[in-house]
């Protein structure tokens, strides 16, 4: 006999990943979140609101994902890393709607693992900016290569299959590296380089010295190293390439922030006093103090880079460069925020800030001028040092010697005013639980609640779960005996977020029924435009609310609030079965199968029928629906033809 050990009430909802790209199509940006097994997609919608799109469930909690463009295809694929050391590559597919698998890596065996039988090194995923590699670290020192176009395969199956893939032993490079700590592909490399930071020495917190070293190494035969750089801070977790035009790499640890490029010398900034007590190296102090570690960021420009601290501060990061290098590292307090697990750019103005310890926002980074910047810590504005191009040179002079790039990345706004858009609910993690009953009018009936203590700090919460759902009655009226279906429509247009419909209206076999909800209890609209003496089959609101149409059997009625303007009549024998919606077209199926689409006109207010295609009329149709595809995921296919045929038509 077999027993279930436990089961899901809930599914993930602690955003561990995330990412931007263009998960359906080319032509449309989506945000895809990693939730422990769960894949969920995001629409960003033209008012900055997330719309839910699409649920994937894998089988492993994802590790880590990237985004890539392959070869020839329309939209992008994603790398899913899963422990200990498997990578898979998916596609959305639009003929079924489901995660396509392209290719399937697992790098578990005996030789590869090196002798260890379980590790704590998350599998990595990293994609060259240019699309031509992509690179996931196992067990700490281990490479895995993927060429991603043709020429970089060597005669895989970039593009088109499974991918071709390659384990280089790091410790066997020239500059041997034992323990990866973090990698970055450098940006605007003509060459694919890809970066690694790794210890040269064992290190703890009761040795802290300068044991952290970084290599690069080229894409070319042997992957020879072109760069390499020693006696880095040991407390440095992560690197991240900075885009062209600057280029090179950002190295962030605790307690200071480096710029590393190989044309350039080391620059950084100190972020509090145990830098000195960690690190030989001797910084400028940042007039702004704090502490990076369990810190997150992302790239807003080439130029400024938005951080958030593990209390939740948040903070732009500038760095200065005139064309040459960078001059400077600056900071500006923009505000307070949610604890973050990750950042995610998703627009030139739209951050997602993803949370596992609390809702996860949609942040709108609205540009102001340096003199209306808020929540800056330093009471002195003029003292902080700040970088003009005009005091090296006047802008022709300098586009003259440097070119246009050298002033592009001063054209970004000093500061912004962060505003939230949209906000995703979390119920975790879990601190303690509860369980309650909740008292019913019948004593028979007995219902329990789930009351969970979630978050962490200012991000704590009480949660209730409850099975099914729950309706608040706020009123009541005698029962209603033979109701076939019932409708509620609004009077007049305006924002529908605030307030009630207006009207209710009810369909029996051979009667309807109009209530109005204006007051406290639902009464009988007795004198009103609508048709109560038969039965009605739908009733909406089109022409953004300023109508209400009633469709009956054999005619449809248009109204403005309670005053009728118009009923078309069909001129068919036969009735309407069925009526579907989408503003301001009017979907009619018969029961002899026709089809007849009204359209409603604001000037004059009138109902206009519209021709249809004599492909509708061919069969009987059984059911229909209209869709505003307003994203284009549905494609025109002809009877008969295959689908290159119906796209070339």
């Known amino acids: 006999m077999s027993y279930v050990a436990h089961r899901e009430l809930h599914a ?36 900055n609101k997330l719309e839910f799109a699409a649920s994937f469930s894998v089988l492993a909690p994802i590790e880590s994902m990237k985004a890539v463009w392959l070869p020839g295809a329309s939209r992008h694929a994603l790398f899913l890393s899963f422990m200990d050391a498997k990578l898979s590559l998916v596609e959305y597919d639009p003929t079924s709607h489901k995660l396509k698998t392209l290719s399937l890596h697992q790098f578990e065996d005996s030789v590869i693992r090196g002798g260890f039988s379980k590790t704590a090194h998350t599998p990595l995923v990293r994609v060259d900016p240019s699309q031509r590699y992509a690179a996931m670290c196992i067990y700490g020192s281990k490479l895995v290569l993927l060429p991603l176009t043709h020429d970089d395969a060597d005669g895989g199956e970039a593009g088109t299959g499974q991918l071709h893939s390659v384990v280089v032993d790091a410790s066997q490079l020239s500059t041997p590296v034992l323990r990866i700590v973090s990698m970055a592909w450098l940006d605007g490399i003509s060459v694919p380089t890809l970066a690694l930071l790794h ?68 620059h950084g900034v100190s972020l509090n006093a145990f830098h000195e007590r960690s690190s030989a190296l001797k910084l400028r102090e940042s007039l702004h103090t704090m ?13 400024q880079v938005v951080l958030s601290l593990k209390g939740g501060e948040v903070y732009l990061m500038r760095l200065s460069s005139d064309g040459r290098g960078l001059q400077s590292i600056d900071f500006d307090f923009l505000g307070q925020g949610v604890l973050c697990r990750t950042l995610c750019c998703v627009s030139a103005s739209l951050v997602f ?21 808020e929540g800056v810590d330093d009471p002195d504005e003029s003292k902080r040092p700040r970088m003009s191009v005009g005091v ?35 119920i975790g993690p879990v601190t303690s639980f509860t369980i309650t009953p909740e008292q019913q009018e019948k004593k028979d009936q007995r219902q329990l609640n789930l009351v969970l203590a979630t978050g962490h700090g200012k991000n704590g919460a009480l949660h209730v779960l409850h099975e099914t759902l729950r309706p608040k009655v706020f009123m009541s009226t005698s029962e209603l005996v033979g109701v076939t279906g019932m409708w509620t429509v609004f009077a007049a247009p305006g924002p529908t977020e605030a307030r009630p419909h207006d009207f209710m209206i009810l369909s029996k076999a051979d009667t309807s029924l109009v209530l109005s909800t204006a007051a406290e209890s639902l009464e009988e609209l007795e004198h009103s435009g609508f048709v109560t003496t038969g039965p009605t089959v739908f009733a909406a609101n089109v022409c953004a609310n300023r109508f209400v149409v009633q469709v009956l059997q054999h005619s449809v009625v248009l109204l403005e609030g309670k ?21 301001p077209y009017i979907l009619l199926l018969l029961s002899n199968g026709d089809l007849l689409l009204l359209q409603a006109q604001e000037q004059p207010a009138q109902l206009l029928a519209i021709q249809l295609p004599m492909a509708f009329h061919d069969d009987a149709v059984v059911a229909c629906c209209l869709y505003h595809d307003k994203a284009a995921h549905l494609h025109l296919h002809r009877h008969g033809t295959d689908d290159a045929a119906a796209a070339a038509a």
């Open 353 to 373: 800030f993803a949370s596992a310890h609390g809702n996860s926002l949609l942040v709108e980074f609205s540009p102001i001028e340096s003199s209306q910047g």
């Open 12 to 47: 993930p909802t602690a955003v561990d990943h995330a990412l931007q790209c263009n998960f359906f199509c080319s032509g449309e940006t989506t945000l895809v979140l990693g939730m422990c097994t769960q894949l969920k997609v995001y629409r960003i919608k033209p008012n």
């Open 291 to 303: 502490a990076l570690d369990r810190s997150a960021h992302c790239f807003l420009t080439p130029s």
């Open 392 to 426: 090296l040179a006047d802008g022709d002079e300098l586009e003259e010697i440097y070119g246009t790039e050298a002033n592009s990345v001063h054209s970004a706004p000093t500061s912004y005013k962060l505003a939230v858009c949209d906000s995703l609910s979390n």
């Open 563 to 583: 005053h009728k303007l118009q009923e078309h009549q069909l001129g068919v024998d036969a009735a309407v079965l069925t009526c579907s919606v989408a503003d």
């Open 199 to 266: 210890q040269t020495a064992p290190s703890w917190p009761g040795r802290y010295t300068d044991t952290m070293g970084l290599v690069a190494i080229s894409m070319g035969s042997n992957h020879p190293v072109i760069w390499s750089v020693d006696q880095l801070p040991s407390d440095i977790f992560e690197i991240s390439p900075v885009p062209s035009p600057i280029g090179g790499l950002l190295a962030l640890a605790p307690n200071c922030v480096l710029y590393l490029n190989q044309s350039s010398s080391l």
